[in-house]
């Protein structure tokens, strides 16, 4: 189970989310949904989370990402000991590739 508490605003959020079918209908949606910096933000997380899962290094990831090694620190913990939503979404795209 998820550590983050669940609540009727989220579940909507997430349904919301699921409900979306393509790419160009996922950048609508965030494109209303976050602030530029928000979605790059997430972009870059989920490229390191990648890079961590590839065996990268610290210093390659932080010059391809821009992100702080507090950060990737952070995102390499979730991959670790998280509640494995990185792992489980890289699964799914490696099985895609």
Same mark, same amino acid.
Do not use: H, W
């Given at each position: 189970?998820?550590?983050?508490?669940?609540?009727?605003?989220?579940?909507?959020?997430?349904?919301?989310?699921?409900?979306?079918?393509?790419?160009?209908?996922?950048?609508?949606?965030?494109? =209303?949904? +976050?602030?530029?910096? !928000?979605?790059? *933000?997430?972009?870059?997380?989920?490229? @390191?989370?990648k890079m961590l899962a =590839?065996? +990268?290094?610290?210093? !390659?990831?932080? *010059?391809?990402?821009?992100?702080?090694? @507090?950060?990737?620190?952070?995102?390499?913990? +979730?991959?670790?000991?998280?509640?494995?939503?990185?792992r489980l979404i890289l699964?799914?795209?490696?099985?895609?590739?």
């Amino acid at each position: 189970m998820p550590s983050m508490r669940r609540d009727e605003k989220t579940d909507y959020l997430f349904k919301a989310i699921l409900s979306l079918k393509t790419t160009d209908e996922c950048y609508a949606f965030f494109d =209303d949904l +976050c602030t530029v910096a !928000e979605l790059q *933000e997430m972009s870059k997380r989920m490229m @390191a989370a990648k890079m961590l899962a =590839d065996n +990268c290094i610290y210093n !390659e990831i932080v *010059e391809k990402t821009g992100l702080s090694t @507090a950060t990737i620190s952070r995102v390499n913990r +979730c991959l670790k000991y998280g509640s494995d939503g990185y792992r489980l979404i890289l699964d799914r795209l490696q099985k895609e590739e």
